[in-house]
């Protein structure tokens, strides 16, 4: 593939690609890539780059299974420099071999409108994802510098699936909660259409609540599995008429091994999670 | 200087050291290390890190006038592995030349827990900053991790200087501000002695509401200068008995000059607010 055909292939993912990619793998899971040296099968620690040879054996064990990658740049920055190369390249590796796939920076970032851009840059621009996770807390001027990137995708934090979620996101304002003021005062900002919302799987019933305020846009959903979140539950309150969900696994797939065979298992577990939501899929006429 | 006594130096950078250094220095000054090739001078450009250059001379030329420096970590991102390299230099040389500077990476994290204990990991243990800003969106499990770190600070963004600050920051619950709920509640989580705030200058009079909650914490105050706060305004309402402020300020003084005197430029505009806050600690009995 040439690099005018890529750069042409990338800056074009749309909710459209997403839905048809959905339908096609009869699979709507991220998998998320939190790579721990601490972790990750001892075997690989003698290779160059530790985090991207396991990144990119998960990759290829489990693109067929997945419609989305989601890094958390945190598990990157803890090894400085060295863990922002990793990040470079696995970002890159999803890029020019796997370009179908969408690829979420799961940074929670967000700042002033200057800084905000900033970031945006370095996500979107140097980077090449096609989205972003940011936090809502400082505002509309905080979030609208994403926004503005047309083809790539805001993911606004709502309601996270840990328990810090009920200090502040579930308080209530004149009698709606603030996870429901952020979906609806994020629903006025500049090009809106470009959002997504995280929703934590361990607040199935919530879902009623956002899909009464969101009703089309794209939910991704952490805290499945490890975090106690049901996929049944999730998917009956949460599914609409573009399936409009990106359910996320890191932990139980990533490491489901820890010996030569690693990405056999987490294939495996991938399958597991991928047959039930080709079931879900057929069940909801998709 | 060997390096176990920077070492020793460094992990015990404390609120006692801080004051002391305000003390001697009369200076609360912060400065905001928040290079962007586009306005740095045109003739740093063909160095080979154009960013640590300029924070460098920045440095050399206003350390006496200062008592922290706070590089925002998208500035740094937008340039990838490059920025990340230029962050790593500036904080290195902060640490070597000029240990007792407060050093802040202005990085507005927050995830839920394991993912926090990286970010704490990235710019506590690796990075080695003094100190970090939080996003509190997430709640107590996305802001403990940072705080478990002793001799570290953890700095909690309540009422930020941004138009958006209304969008939810000033939002009532229950007759009080979300900022107000965010400074009470984040006072019960572990070692809050840990914690500042960001408040932001514009708000001058919200500091009285600020300082009826957190009456001895640091507050860290951006928004003096371009974006319209007033040094006097915030002074009479947030000092306090360990004079407990650190007010920022960024473009004013970075982008004084933009010719080879640049560094010299900036020196005097942090010359300025250096001498009315001498004034100001002397008025109030430092």
Same mark, same amino acid.
């Given at each position: 593939m040439n690099s005018v055909f890529l750069h042409h292939y990338l800056i074009f993912m749309t909710t459209e690609t997403l839905v048809k990619n959905i339908k096609a793998k009869k699979s709507f899971l991220c998998i998320g890539l939190d790579p721990d040296l601490n972790k990750i099968?001892?075997? +690989?620690? !003698?290779?160059?780059d530790p985090i991207f040879e396991f990144n990119k054996q998960l990759i290829d064990a489990t693109h067929h299974l997945t419609v989305a990658y989601k890094p958390k740049t945190a598990f990157y920055e803890a090894y400085g420099v060295k863990g922002w190369i990793s990040l470079e390249k696995t970002i890159n590796y999803l890029n020019l071999k796997y370009p179908e796939i969408f690829t979420i920076a799961d940074a929670k970032r967000g700042d002033i409108g200057n800084t905000s851009t900033k970031y945006a840059e370095a996500f979107f621009?140097?980077?090449?994802?096609?989205a972003i996770t940011v936090s809502p807390y400082m505002g509309i001027d905080s979030v609208e510098p994403f926004l503005n990137f047309e083809d790539k995708f805001t993911i606004l934090?709502? +309601?996270? !699936?840990?328990?810090?979620?009920?200090?502040?996101?579930?308080k209530m304002i004149n009698n709606t909660h603030l996870f429901e003021q952020v979906l609806t005062e994020s629903?006025?900002?500049?090009?809106?259409?470009?959002l997504m919302y995280v929703v934590g799987a361990t607040k199935a019933t919530a879902l009623i609540k956002v899909r009464a305020i969101v009703p089309n846009h794209f939910l991704l959903i952490p805290g499945v599995g490890v975090q106690g979140g049901s996929l049944e539950e999730v998917c009956k309150y949460g599914i609409n008429q573009n399936i409009g969900l990106l359910i996320n696994s890191s932990r139980d797939i990533i490491y489901a091994g820890s010996d030569l065979d690693f990405a056999q298992k987490s294939m495996e577990k991938a399958q597991l999670l991928q047959t039930k939501m080709a079931e879900i899929l057929s069940q909801n006429g998709f």
């Open positions: 099968p001892k075997y +690989l620690l !003698s290779e160059e621009t140097d980077l090449k994802f096609d934090l709502a +309601l996270t !699936s840990n328990i810090g979620s009920h200090n502040f996101q579930e629903l006025k900002w500049n090009n809106a259409h470009n």
